[in-house]
């Protein structure tokens, strides 16, 4: 089983949709969330971060994060064509030391349809 | 501007090279990261350091050298380049991940194109 799993899509929205995210974990001891964007040819940017149960909202981003189902989404309302591109989910683990590790899924790939 | 720098951006060399990516940080941060993306765009830790201590060390070939003089630079010294480590190359830096700090994610340096032909 993967640490981070995501489905790699393409997810098709159209533009002004809602676009649905998702993300499952492997770790129950996972303490913390990411979501960053990497369009095509650029570096991964952080557009949100979650720690608790429940929902984070920043704009037109919401991430949801289900500790008992180890399950984050994110969901981006109003889809705009410059929201095409990938969506990585990253969780924060234990690793040894008392440090910790950061791992990424695959990532989704998001194409907004004009 | 603040900011992960890493050079060089592309950088093309022949099967048995040794080559070197520099990569450096002013976001104040005191632990930083070398990722490797492949083609799949699957995006996997190598190495962590943490005030110029290596704390993260994954399953990576000992042709691969991280160096970090200061907390505020990371280098990544490749020998005997083979065809399969062509990739794309990426730093990070973040504040510190441990127990008990709370951490907001990375910033990514642009990424090195590493291709080896």
């Not at chain 1, 410059?82 to 950061?102: F, I, P």
């Not at chain 2, 900011?3 to 632990?31: F, R």
């Not at chain 2, 704390?55 to 083979?82: G, M």
Request: net charge positive.
């Amino acid at each position: 089983q993967k640490e981070v799993e995501q489905n790699s899509g393409p997810l098709s929205v159209p533009e002004g949709a809602i676009a649905s995210l998702n993300c499952t974990y492997s770790d129950r001891g996972s303490q913390s969330f990411f979501w960053y964007r990497q369009y095509s040819g650029k570096s991964p940017e952080l557009i949100m971060f979650i720690y608790s149960n429940g929902d984070k909202e920043d704009g037109r981003f919401t991430a949801q994060l289900n500790k008992a189902s180890q399950y984050v989404s994110l969901l981006i309302r109003d889809s705009q064509p410059s929201d095409s591109a990938t969506y990585l989910c990253a969780v924060r683990n234990r690793y040894s030391g008392g440090y910790q590790k950061v791992t990424f899924g695959i990532g989704t790939k998001l194409q907004v349809i004009p | 501007d603040t900011a992960v720098s890493q050079t060089p951006k592309y950088l093309v060399t022949q099967m048995g090279n040794d080559k070197s990516i520099k990569c450096e940080q002013n976001l104040g941060h005191d632990t930083m990261y070398w990722y490797k993306q492949d083609s799949k765009k699957f995006l996997k830790i190598m190495f962590s350091y943490n005030n110029k201590e290596l704390i993260i060390n994954e399953t990576v070939p000992n042709r691969f050298s991280p160096k970090s003089p200061d907390k505020a630079h990371l280098n990544l010294h490749i020998n005997s380049l083979e065809l399969g480590d062509s990739a794309v190359y990426f730093c990070a830096s973040s504040a510190t991940l441990k127990d008990g700090f709370i951490n907001y994610g990375y910033t990514f340096g642009s990424g090195t194109r590493l291709t080896v032909v």
